[in-house]
């Protein structure tokens, strides 16, 4: 199976590339982040905050998250309810870089990743496909882009979610939530030894020209 690894922080354009070639490709794009966002809504909605790790740690056994695909498109079910037009709120975001610091989180989810790249060959997008997921992946990127352009990325994303949020509060957010990914002590979301850079703060057609023939390349 072939497995691309795309790593990055939020708003860098991760879910754009990996959805491109997918579709170029004929690959399962799998949205990682989406995963973290279920468990952080079950969290917040079983009224426990989700940087309480025992509290967390308790809901685990009860978290029942299943991946299902609609006409090509990723869906999250949670408990038997689809709940992938809620994960995308600021809090929802929140909430999921605070429950991908646990460790027991991140074990719980581990397995439900690898076994999607054993049965697919994937475009997988997350913090730590390359370092821990995928550590033999076919090939792994590490995705960037200028504050500026990642920051704009994210508030078309949550006004066009309805959210009533200023450019200034969503560059403080991003701020936060990727100081609290790149620290954390388990899976930080940090490039791979053999990651391959690709800044995506000009236009997007170059960089996915860049990735295809990157990926081409290494599977002739
Ligand atoms: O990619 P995203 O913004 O949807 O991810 C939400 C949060 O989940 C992010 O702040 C960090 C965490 N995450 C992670 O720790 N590991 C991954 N593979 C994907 C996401």
Redesign the pocket.
């Known amino acids: 199976m072939v497995s691309i690894a795309i790593d990055g922080p939020?708003g860098a354009g991760?879910s754009s590339l990996s959805n491109a070639l997918a579709e170029r490709l004929g690959y399962i794009h799998l949205?990682?982040?989406?995963i973290?966002?279920t468990v952080a809504l079950y969290v917040i909605e079983s009224g426990v905050d989700p940087k309480d790790a025992e509290g967390v740690i308790a809901l685990i056994p009860k978290m029942d998250v299943v991946i299902e695909y609609v006409d090509g498109a990723q869906r999250m079910i949670l408990c038997g309810e689809d709940v992938t037009g809620r994960i995308r709120t600021s809090e929802i975001?929140a909430g999921?870089?605070a429950v991908?610091a646990i460790p027991e989180v991140r074990t719980f989810l581990l397995e439900l990743q690898r076994d999607f790249a054993r049965r697919n060959n994937v475009i997988m997008d997350?913090?730590?496909?390359g370092t821990v997921?995928l550590p033999d992946a076919t090939v792994k990127f590490f995705m960037t882009a200028s504050d500026d352009a990642r920051a704009e990325r994210r508030l078309a994303e949550l006004v066009e979610k309805g959210e009533k949020i200023s450019i200034d509060e969503v560059k403080s957010a991003m701020a936060t939530?990727d100081k609290?990914?790149k620290s954390r002590k388990v899976?930080p979301?940090i490039p791979a030894d053999d990651a391959i850079f690709l800044d995506n703060s000009g236009p997007f057609e170059e960089t996915l020209e860049k990735a295809l023939k990157i990926i081409r390349e290494r599977t002739k």
């Open positions: 939020s991760k949205d990682t982040g989406a973290y966002r975001s999921a870089s991908s997350g913090r730590d496909i997921i939530r609290n990914d899976a979301a």
